[in-house]
């Protein structure tokens, strides 16, 4: 069994510079390697310098959502401050969230695992409750021992 459960959360939100991702949505391939090229044009860019600059605690989000019919792919940060221009403001409902807790080398080989156990094994184990859309993300909380550290969060509603 993965490690998940089912946790309240608070509403909350991130703020997050984006890509639109072109690949269909069962084509794990081709998404995972439009993440990785978008976090790594991020890094290189400056675009997460400037996210960390303004951010209010030291989570990195990377968020998933369907906006105007495009799949939309964001690395975001919780903030007080205003945000960027051409950032998008992400509303996350307060309510149950599946949360799926994990640990690997990289913060792309978490986003993977985390996404996989989420989506392929705990949302079809829980009892009770469904994804219905909406935003979703995977949270970079920190490092232990070399490892990245995260949790994926998906808001779900009873059923």
């Known amino acids: 069994m993965a490690n998940y459960a089912l946790e309240e959360k608070d509403s909350f939100t991130v703020v997050g510079l984006g890509t639109e991702l072109k690949s269909h949505y069962t084509d794990f391939a081709g998404l995972n390697k439009e993440k990785a090229d978008f976090w ?3 890094d290189q860019d400056g675009t997460l310098e400037s996210l960390r600059a303004i951010a209010s605690n030291d989570y990195i989000f990377a968020v998933n959502e369907a906006v ?4 939309m792919h964001y690395a975001g940060v919780m903030t007080t401050s205003s945000a960027p221009e051409g950032a998008r403001i992400i509303q996350f409902p307060q309510g149950q969230y599946l949360v799926v807790k994990g640990e690997s080398e990289t913060a792309a080989e978490l986003n993977n695992t985390l996404s996989g156990i989420a989506f392929g094994q705990a949302l079809a184990e829980i009892k009770n409750y469904a994804y219905v859309g909406g ?5 970079v909380t920190g490092r232990q021992d070399d490892l990245v550290v995260g949790e994926m969060w998906i808001p779900v509603v009873a059923q």
């Open 68 to 71: 105007n019919g495009k799949m």
């Open 135 to 139: 935003p979703n993300t995977i949270v």
């Open 40 to 42: 790594q044009a991020a």
